[in-house]
């Protein structure tokens, strides 16, 4: 074997002795046990496709690449995230969605948000269509458990509910946010709307049950509960955790936002900083029960977040201050790199390098075909995937990777105007080298990486390519903006549920398994 100086005969004695677990242990595992005795065979030697791990899918919301300290940051303290980044292979240029429904739509189908008819956050705009197959479903068709634990944020009413889009076990709020309240569908439940964060009421598998707690410590403790029930079965497992801290209302336990206080913080910018530090801690407690069950060998852990960073600015000795930014000038909400460029990443013990960053232009769109590629599940029959499987370059870091384009828009235009004339505001259109703003603006990225100059006059066949996939995105997209003449509804989903379940059956307290 290239690159190590081994014992023949001595690696096949090594081998022989494992064939008899091929019996007892699927394909993953005993690559992963083999791996351990002769180094660098299971990278070399093996096929990721169909191995069956068991993912975890960790995405916050509204944190971005300032906002941890592995990534630069000098006042937020995440160790176990810091640890996690040392441990993963790294994807440097990863994107999503400006904002969170539309990034929760691609990962779920694999192709942008709006082929979906989800264009905003709110008034049904959020809905995904459908007709859509999602990730879940695929997972679940192929022997996968699949949970959700945390922010849904695809539509309140009940066809669209993660239950019935191919989840087995939810744990979810409404809405895009624990307590909003639209006048739309999109609401939560009443009694989050008055107590934000702590104590909530979440809809389990259907049913609302009280917690207690702060939110994102609830929405662990309802994942780790749900793998330590999974782990000693043969089925592998699909978990997706979203809490949505650390979005706003800025609310963060005492022990986590008075560090931030004391630093003469003001009280949103101290309870920010204290949801991420939770969320850190959180990230600790999973990461090491995962070790604790024997679970990091046979699971692909992925952390990333939802969109650019939000609480770019904050208040300190109450003057306004910047906050750490990696650099963008830009972040949620925009069609700048700092809008779409996140954090991304992936453990998997034995199995990737650790520390190795890779510089390959991906997106939250190559999700369902990696997932799908690694469980060897189907892929929808109506060819409605735009992303691509990473497998390549998780198998091999330094492969080739064909230049493509992704597209952005922020989408939000006024509900019942004519998307047409929206269709160059807030929008981009990104290669591997550059990213074309507004349909005016130019950057080099590898030469620019904070867009500080515009080079539009420095490259016109570049330009005209860029433009004329645009355009030819756009004529093809526009048809499945399904959402946008959909009449709001009068009542909000979550509200009837909730009022109907009180009277008929009461709301019971959740009981939190024994972890």
Not at 55 to 67: A, R, W
Not at 373 to 383: I, T, V
Not at 439 to 454: G, K, M, V, W
Request: aromatic letters at 10%.
């Amino acid at each position: 074997m290239a690159g190590f100086d081994l014992d023949e005969e001595l690696v096949e004695d090594r081998i022989l002795n494992f064939k008899v677990m091929m019996k007892q242990l699927n394909l993953c595992c005993f690559l992963t046990s083999l791996a351990l005795l002769t180094p660098g065979l299971l990278l070399e030697g093996s096929e990721l496709k169909g191995s069956r791990p068991n993912i975890i899918l960790v995405m916050t919301d509204d944190q971005g690449k300032g906002d941890l300290s592995c990534l630069g940051n000098k006042i937020l303290k995440t160790p176990h995230l810091d640890r996690l980044h040392a441990l993963s292979t790294r994807f440097r240029d990863f994107h999503v969605s400006p904002t969170c429904a539309p990034t929760r739509s691609a990962i779920m189908t694999g192709r942008h948000e709006f082929k979906n008819g989800v264009t905003h956050t709110i008034l049904e705009r959020e809905r995904m269509t459908l007709k859509a197959t999602t990730l879940a479903e695929s997972l679940r068709d192929a022997g996968y458990a699949t949970g959700i634990f945390g922010k849904w944020h695809l539509g309140d009413e009940e066809p669209y509910q993660p239950h019935n889009r191919g989840f087995t076990e939810t744990f979810i709020h409404g809405a895009g946010g624990i307590g909003q309240s639209y006048p739309c569908s999109c609401g939560d439940a009443p009694p989050n709307q008055k107590n934000r964060y702590f104590d909530n009421t979440i809809r389990h598998n259907g049913k609302f049950v009280q917690t207690k707690g702060f939110c994102t410590d609830v929405f662990f403790d309802a994942a780790l509960g749900w793998i330590k029930s999974k782990n000693n079965s043969d089925q592998p497992f699909f978990v997706y955790i979203t809490p949505n801290a650390p979005h706003g209302p800025m609310i963060a336990p005492d022990q986590y936002k008075n560090r931030f206080l004391n630093l003469g913080f003001d009280e949103k910018s101290s309870g920010r900083m204290g949801m991420i530090e939770n969320i850190d801690d959180n990230m600790g407690r999973l990461t090491s029960k995962l070790k604790e069950w024997d679970l990091e060998e046979t699971t692909l852990l992925i952390f990333m977040t939802d969109n650019g960073q939000a609480g770019r600015t904050g208040k300190k000795n109450g003057k306004t201050v910047s906050l750490d930014s990696s650099g963008f000038k830009t972040g949620k909400g925009s069609p700048y790199e700092g809008g779409t460029r996140v954090p991304s990443f992936w453990r998997w013990k034995g199995v990737l390098p650790e520390g190795k960053d890779m510089d390959a232009l991906t997106a939250h769109i190559d999700l369902f075909p990696t997932f799908a590629a690694l469980a060897n599940s189907a892929l929808p029959e109506d060819n409605q995937i735009r992303g691509r499987s990473l497998l390549p370059l998780l198998k091999n870091p330094d492969t080739s990777w064909e230049d493509r384009f992704l597209f952005v828009h922020q989408g939000r235009w006024k509900k019942g105007t004519d998307p047409d004339k929206s269709k160059y505001k807030s929008c981009a259109v990104r290669t591997e080298r550059f990213r074309l703003v507004n349909n005016r603006e130019l950057y080099d990225i590898n030469a620019d990486p904070f867009e500080q100059h515009n080079v539009i006059i420095n490259h016109p066949e570049v330009v005209a390519k860029m433009r004329k996939a645009y355009d030819t995105w756009w004529t093809e997209t526009l048809p499945l903006m399904v959402n946008e003449k959909t009449p709001n509804s009068p009542t909000r989903p979550f509200d009837l549920l909730y009022e109907n379940q009180l009277r008929e059956t009461g709301i019971p307290l959740w009981n939190k398994s024994g972890l």
